[in-house]
């Protein structure tokens, strides 16, 4: 009991960030593209230095946990004229996974859990891009995520748009983690991983 209880805390909150980082690449390549300062068609890079991302996991009967991932790259495609053909490719390297307890970050890392020594790598994929508003969007994509493939919804807003060709977004959303084979703490933790993002994409 004592055991179990200390792994699905730890748990949480990497988790939310493995989904906040998919989110926010995925929120770059959706969003329908306003008329900030300049045209955003092009493609544009996703550094882990311009991505902060965050997740959470509700927990019966006490606050949410978090967690975060610290490598996380992408590329995302923006067309101005037709903003649902824009698309965007984000790949996590979950081995970066970081919680502020060494122990639970050793549980997400194992084969209970993300089982980086097999899948070391997590990945997102645009499929449909659906507009919403004059600068919002609804993102639906891929997430591969432990060698298994299921798709994902997500909002998406684009907020800035610089004349250094830079773009600013924020993307809001989550999944069901057991889907892919991650029920550790449940239902005691819940199953959805709720994630916010926020980030910039800068022009290559």
Do not use: W
């Not at 891929?142 to 773009?167: E, F, M, P």
Request: aromatic fraction near 8%.
């Amino acid at each position: 009991m004592t055991q179990t209880s200390a792994t699905t805390r730890g748990f949480k909150r990497p988790f939310r960030k493995i989904v906040a980082t998919f989110a926010c690449l995925v929120a770059l390549a959706a969003a329908p593209l306003p008329s900030f300062a300049g045209s955003l068609t092009g493609t544009y890079l996703l550094s882990p230095a311009q991505l902060a991302t965050g997740f959470s996991v509700r927990v019966l009967g006490r606050g949410p946990v978090t967690g975060e991932f610290k490598t996380v790259s992408g590329k995302m495609t923006l067309d101005q004229n037709r903003p649902e053909k824009s698309q965007v490719v984000v790949k996590v390297d979950l081995r970066s996974v970081h919680t502020n307890n060494d122990k639970v970050t050793g549980f997400l890392k194992s084969s209970a859990m993300f089982d980086v020594a097999n899948h070391p790598v997590a990945t997102f994929q645009s499929t449909r891009v659906h507009i919403t508003g004059q600068n919002t969007a609804e993102v639906e994509g891929v997430l591969n995520l432990r060698g298994k493939q299921k798709r994902t919804k997500l909002s998406v807003k684009i907020t800035d748009s610089k004349a250094n060709g830079q773009v600013g977004f924020e993307v809001s959303g989550g999944f069901f983690r057991s889907l892919y084979g991650m029920d550790a703490g449940l239902p005691i933790y819940a199953d959805k991983v709720n994630l916010e993002i926020r980030g910039t994409g800068k022009r290559s």
